[in-house]
Nanobody, 119 residues
Framework: QVQAVESGGGSVEVGGSLRLSCAASGDVASIYAMGWYRQPPGKDREMVATMSVGGTVDYGNAVKDRFTISRDSVKNTMDLQMNHLKPEDTAVYYC?????????????WGQGTQVTVSS
């Protein structure tokens, strides 16, 4: 089992920046990838950014060149730096760790944190 606890988020004006963090605990050795998803009001959850433990990174089209995912493998934390924020970035943001071994895989979600961008 992996526990994921988020911090950060809040309200910011258009063009501003925010940084989200997610700390993993428990069976962190089983983690093989991680990422961030978001769910805007009234919409489905969507991928924001993902990163494998090998360092392969992928971003959703809406956030490319504005958001950066990073990790600290010593502290078992993951961050999402969000720059040039837009009103359409308003959403609940969730971190996720993908873990497992020997054919048994699980998704471990954080509790979610609200990001509100106002114009």
């Amino acid at each position: 089992q992996v526990q994921a606890v988020e911090s950060g988020g809040g309200s910011v004006e258009v063009g501003g920046s925010l940084r989200l963090s997610c700390a993993a605990s428990g069976d962190v050795a089983s983690i093989y990838a991680m990422g961030w998803y978001r769910q805007p009001p009234g919409k489905d959850r969507e991928m924001v950014a993902t990163m494998s433990v090998g360092g392969t990174v992928d971003y959703g089209n809406a956030v490319k060149d504005r958001f950066t995912i990073s990790r600290d493998s010593v502290k078992n934390t993951m961050d999402l730096q969000m720059n040039h924020l837009k009103p359409e970035d308003t959403a609940v943001y969730y971190c996720i760790y993908f873990g497992g071994r020997q054919g048994s895989y699980h998704d471990y979600w954080g509790q979610g944190t609200q990001v509100t961008v106002s114009s």
